[in-house]
């Protein structure tokens, strides 16, 4: 077998610099700035360079860490490079969910169901499959017969009619999906894994966000300052989903029109929560049909429901939160998931 060897390019690749910027060593080196970071994402979207330069990209920037400017610049060349949306598309909160749940069941689906019934509209993004072992929001939506899209005409539609829609990230921005697919191949979550979440495509008024790691919470309050998001709320959920674990106290980072504040929203249930063995959608089905209780189930799905309703209602103080979204459970629609 005859094998290519390799030419060198007779002139430096545009997309040099950019690697070249992070990589010049602990002196040379420094963070991109808002605009370097939409420049050299956007000709990453457009495939304009070089796999081996990709990989450079990304693991430079996470042995590095990723700034406010320039997961700021990142989310501006995503918004300029992916599948519009129509211009009059509306919703009052951006729901990002690419983590998938591995220790316990998707709770968070009924508190995505508690809201859209209080007729707030609530549009979800994500991704799936670049993390075995773990269940999707795609998959456990379309397995619940909530309402997927695959497309934004179909979003519009279904934000109309049941207040709730979720559109899969390859749909709108599919280069950025593949991107997202490398974690296997390169051992490693990648910049892309946290500007996803503070992409909202609609740019809806609230946004509401779940991290892994602690450390990133501040990180994604400084990006949404810096791209002006009105309201945020970023905390540590189950498995890096927007779903608060109910055994444990919770720290929400809220940013209101740039000004940042930190709540904390107490457990309701004490010591440790045992995993369950497989996430599945069932249980969810059973607790809200109430043919059964789930102690912990119940408690995850009000307090999300709480955590969502402080960054919707800005007025509102943790105890009001708290209150409605007790009443939302107690009067939900039974016959939603039949």
């Avoid at 991290?211 to 309201?231: C, N, S, T």
Wanted: charged share 20%; proline share 7%; glycine share 8%.
């Amino acid at each position: 077998m005859t094998q290519t060897s390799f030419q060198a390019p007779a002139a430096e690749h545009p997309f040099a610099r950019y690697v070249r910027i992070l990589g010049k060593g602990k002196t040379g080196s420094r963070s991109l700035d808002r605009q370097e970071a939409a420049d050299a994402l956007g000709m990453i979207l457009r495939n304009e360079v070089d796999p081996l330069q990709l990989g450079a990209f990304l693991m430079l920037l996470r042995v590095k860490e990723e700034t406010g400017e320039e997961l700021a610049g990142f989310v501006d060349a995503c918004r300029g490079q992916m599948l519009p949306p129509p211009a009059n598309l509306q919703a009052q909160l951006d729901w990002s969910s690419y983590a998938g749940k591995k220790h316990q069941h998707p709770w968070y689906l009924l508190s995505m169901l508690l809201l859209a019934g209080a007729g707030y509209r609530v549009f979800v993004h994500g991704g799936d499959g670049h993390t075995a072992g773990r269940l999707y929001t795609e998959q456990a939506m379309l397995e619940l017969g909530l309402p997927v899209a695959d497309n934004w005409e179909t979003v519009a539609l279904q934000l109309d009619r049941h207040k709730l829609s979720y559109l899969p990230l390859r749909k709108f921005c599919p280069r950025l999906h593949d991107i997202m697919q490398l974690r296997p191949l390169l051992g490693l979550r990648s910049p892309v894994n946290t500007l996803v979440r503070m992409l909202n495509p609609l740019q809806a008024p609230a946004s509401i966000q779940s991290i892994f790691h602690p450390a990133y919470g501040g990180l994604h309050q400084q990006a949404d300052r810096i791209l002006q998001q009105p309201r945020s709320l970023v905390f540590k959920g189950d498995s890096g989903e927007v779903e608060i674990k109910p055994q444990a106290d919770t720290r929400l980072l809220l940013l209101e029109d740039a000004l940042e504040r930190e709540l904390s929203l107490p457990r309701t249930l004490p010591g440790k929560v045992a995993p369950v063995e497989h996430p599945r959608c069932e249980p969810l089905r059973a607790l809200w049909n109430a043919t059964t209780e789930d102690l912990y189930g119940s408690n995850a799905v009000i307090a999300t429901t709480t955590a969502a309703l402080l960054v919707l209602e800005p007025g509102w103080d943790l105890q009001r939160c708290q209150r409605c979204s007790e009443q939302l459970w107690h009067d939900r629609d039974r016959e939603r998931l039949d």
